[in-house]
């Protein structure tokens, strides 16, 4: 361990940054210098989305006292769900069973959905549960999205 110690600021951080993310955080446990080095790969990129949970968390990113130090880039995802009134109507556009076709040859190549020079047609097919756990966190989502701006300024 004290040998690991000596490694140059700059070395440990290359090294810490081609680990997996458990083991990032693993190691970041094991000392102070590697807690402070790994800090600064752990979170270099923010996602947010347009939910109050999504915001809480670039705000409690933003008043940590090192990760708020070491974000390189925040990105915003400004899509915001379809409003659906029946779980028909999603169902109709979320399960579309034309999408594989409607892609690039050369995509479904890539994806895994029609091997080199054959065509296969390939349609997942949901259970029941599997709809309506997607149903319901739909649901959560869209309603968490119409919370006005003033709940978000609370």
Known sequence: MAEL?????ELARYTFAKLERVDLKNIRLTCKTF??????TLLPVIHVVFTKQSFER???VSLHRIFSLHVN????EADRLDHYDDQ???ECDVFDPNYPSNLSPYVRVRLGLE??????RVRHVYSDEEVKSGWRKY?????EQLVSVF???R
């Open 5 to 9: 110690l000596k490694l140059p600021h």
């Open 35 to 40: 807690g402070d080095i790994g800090a600064e």
């Open 58 to 60: 670039l705000r409690d």
């Open 73 to 76: 880039e925040i990105v915003y």
């Open 88 to 90: 028909e109507d999603w």
């Open 115 to 120: 091997p080199l020079g054959d065509l296969m």
């Open 139 to 143: 649901k959560a989502l869209h309603k």
């Open 151 to 153: 709940d978000f300024l």
